[in-house]
């Protein structure tokens, strides 16, 4: 397939779309004539939700890779996660909608310093967040995601050492429920870094019966703060067993669409950043993609996700791994 330059370097497809077209009906087309399947994370634009075959937090998504039967699959997320895909499923065409989709937590722990920090503790475990790049999850015995971590966790004997990495503020909560003491990498996601406690307690006012829900990579003083912690699919599922009609959520407002859809008769109010000047806090990478570039993506199918097989058959073992445990925890 010819691609164009301007495509190389931008990394995605920038084919001018005409006007006259139904983009969502032939994004359907497409996905139907070339056995695809669409896997969008919670923190991606509305429009983009509602079209996905599939929408879920990294632990579901990997789990969707691993299993599906589809020939291609289009990973509207971030790079980790189409990566994570390919790793699961090499024989499949996985496409991410813009390779400029990072992840600020994957790039505070780049691999040549985490492989110098592991040999310090040469006699610890290797955890590491799903939130990270390939080379990262070839240098560890377990992968986590926010979902699984505490059973991850606690599936070690108690006195196992154990290095956690990349997100300290993750890695220190699980050693506030866990009574470990993990050596943590200093890591965090800019996202989640931003919540203003200040501005959260100002919104408790103007809503006293508001709930406050956070993620753990939020820091320590709101997660003190918050009525539940848990990780994107954990808040989603809390606010349907609650029996609150209002709520103040503390990560990535992608996760409201779905809640509002699931929870109708509810409100749910975005958790303010540090900056003045907005209201709600997005991942300005997981918002990088967009239907135009999803229907240009299944069109030229490109641009491609490739893991060297050397490096995916060493991040396969410990995906798998926590694959398997969180099988036996029915997570």
Not at 47 to 66: C, K, P, R, Y
Not at 85 to 103: H, Q, R, W, Y
Not at 206 to 222: I, M, N, S
Request: hydrophobic share 40%; proline share 5%.
């Amino acid at each position: 397939m010819y691609i164009k330059e301007e495509w190389l370097k931008s990394g995605f497809v920038n084919e001018p779309i005409p006007a006259d077209i139904d983009i969502k009906a032939e994004i359907l087309k497409l996905k139907e004539e070339k056995n695809a399947i669409i896997m969008a994370h919670f923190y991606q634009t509305n429009e983009i939700q509602d079209i996905a075959d599939f929408v879920g937090d990294s632990l579901a998504l990997a789990q969707e890779a691993a299993k599906t039967d589809a020939d291609m699959i289009v990973l509207a997320g971030v790079n980790f996660m189409g990566e994570t895909a390919k790793i699961l499923s090499p024989d499949k065409l996985v496409l991410i909608p813009d390779l400029n989709a990072g992840c600020s937590l994957a790039d505070s722990c780049p691999a040549d310093e985490f492989e110098a920090f592991k040999k310090q503790y040469p006699d610890h475990k290797v955890l590491t967040y799903v939130n990270t790049t390939a080379e990262i999850k070839a240098l560890s015995d377990v992968v986590v995601t926010s979902t699984n971590a505490k059973a991850i966790v606690d599936s070690f004997p108690a006195d196992e050492k154990i290095i956690f990495g990349p997100d300290r503020n993750l890695g220190n909560y699980l050693n506030s429920i866990s009574g470990r003491n993990m050596v943590l990498w200093d890591g965090a996601c800019h996202v989640h870094e931003k919540f203003s406690v200040e501005k959260i307690i100002e919104l408790k006012t103007d809503y006293p019966d508001a709930l406050v829900l956070a993620h753990p990579e939020c820091k320590q003083p709101l997660l003190v703060l918050a009525d539940f912690v848990g990780s994107t699919a954990a808040l989603l599922n809390f606010t349907k067993s609650s029996t609150a009609t209002t709520f103040i959520v503390a990560t990535e407002s992608g996760i409201l669409h779905q809640m509002e859809l699931s929870n109708p008769q509810k409100t749910f109010i975005p958790a303010p950043p540090n900056d003045s000047t907005c209201a709600c806090n997005d991942c300005e990478y997981m918002k990088l993609n967009s239907l135009e570039k999803l229907y240009n993506s299944l069109k030229f199918e490109w641009p491609t996700v490739e893991v060297d097989d050397e490096l995916r058959k060493k991040a396969v073992l410990p995906i798998n791994e926590m694959l398997r445990i969180s099988a036996e925890n029915k997570l």
